[in-house]
């Protein structure tokens, strides 16, 4: 099934893995994880790692090289398969591109070969069963960042489409050196300073109509001396475990792109259409946007609104006929 992966990994020399944008760690796992699979693998292949860089490059691995590594190379393109969406564009210079992904997003990529499958709950988990698959030795380095995509992307296995499959990938992978006390310890643990951030936007939180949702302008970015990650995905699960909340979005200003960033969650509300309609997308309830203005932000809260209203109305109904 996955024989045309390793064909193509076998087929270069040189091989640029890629990655979403504002990368979370299952970008990052995934993109990490890869490569030392294919260094642990094919030891005399050059592999590199591109994209633009956040807290969860942890070990600062990022590589800064020049378009002729592209000529005659394969670029693979992990967790994402948008365009515009990906970090670092050059891979339109290589001779061919490979995509894998988990997202429920319709690729844009031509003359790309895609494998897409939504049934994994991060991209991580995808990566090892292909590479599993394909008799691949996992070390310790590849085995802790694909062991930690596949944790953060479901919230410490709290939110897993193949919870059997998932704990199988993760015990596979603990029997390969994959480090966990060091990374939950780096990732879970926050100074004071942090905590005390998190209680501000914890409090600045609007809850109305089943719906919570956070405004972070310009002057609240400046407020903290902080990531804009952090304040942006970091903080969207404040209002995550409210029995009345079913929905829950954070909204940031992303100073470099002068745009608002948005964030969406939910508890079993399929919401990545609405996301879809304002040009962004992701997973069924953990998804987001970029949008151009706070007029638009509050499109998108309405929209959300509406579509809880819709849905307890269609369970009143039900529940009137029988």
């Excluded at 919230?155 to 992978?173: N, P, T, V, Y």
Aim: charged share 30%.
């Amino acid at each position: 099934m996955f024989s045309k992966i390793n064909k193509l990994i076998n087929k270069y020399d040189k091989i640029i893995i890629h990655r979403h944008k504002n990368p979370d760690m299952d970008a990052i796992g995934s993109q990490v994880g890869l490569y030392y699979l294919i260094k642990e693998n094919h030891p005399y292949k050059e592999v590199y790692v591109v994209g633009d860089q956040n807290k969860f490059d942890k070990d600062n691995l990022m590589m800064d090289i020049g378009d002729k590594v592209f000529e005659n190379a394969l670029s693979i393109i992990v967790d994402v398969a948008v365009s515009h969406l990906i970090s670092d564009d050059r891979y339109k210079l290589a001779k061919e591109v490979l995509i894998i992904d988990h997202h429920n997003n319709e690729p844009d990529i031509e003359n790309a070969v895609t494998f897409i499958d939504t049934s994994y709950s991060s991209a991580a988990e995808y990566i090892v069963d292909i590479f599993k698959n394909l008799k691949y030795k996992f070390n310790k380095s590849a085995s802790s960042y694909l062991l930690w995509g596949m944790i953060t992307d479901t919230g410490r296995f709290q939110w897993m489409k193949d919870a059997k499959r998932i704990f199988e990938i993760a015990s596979f992978l603990s029997e390969n050196g994959a480090e966990t006390r060091d990374f939950y310890n780096w990732l879970y643990t926050e100074t004071l300073e942090e905590r005390k951030m998190r209680n501000f936007f914890q409090s600045n939180y609007v809850y109305e109509d089943n719906v919570a949702y956070l405004k972070n302008n310009k002057e609240v970015i400046d407020k903290f001396d902080v990531d804009f990650f952090t304040i942006s995905r970091g903080m969207v699960n404040l209002a995550a475990g409210i029995e009345e909340i079913k929905i829950w979005l954070n909204f940031t200003y992303n100073k470099a792109s002068d745009k608002i960033i948005g964030e969406f969650r939910s508890r079993d509300i399929v919401i990545v259409d609405i996301a879809k309609k304002y040009g962004g997308g992701g997973h069924d309830y953990a998804c987001g946007a970029t949008l151009n203005n706070w007029d638009e932000v509050d499109n998108v809260i309405n929209d959300y609104k509406k579509l809880i209203k819709e849905r307890n109305n269609g369970q009143k109904k039900v529940i009137r006929k029988n």
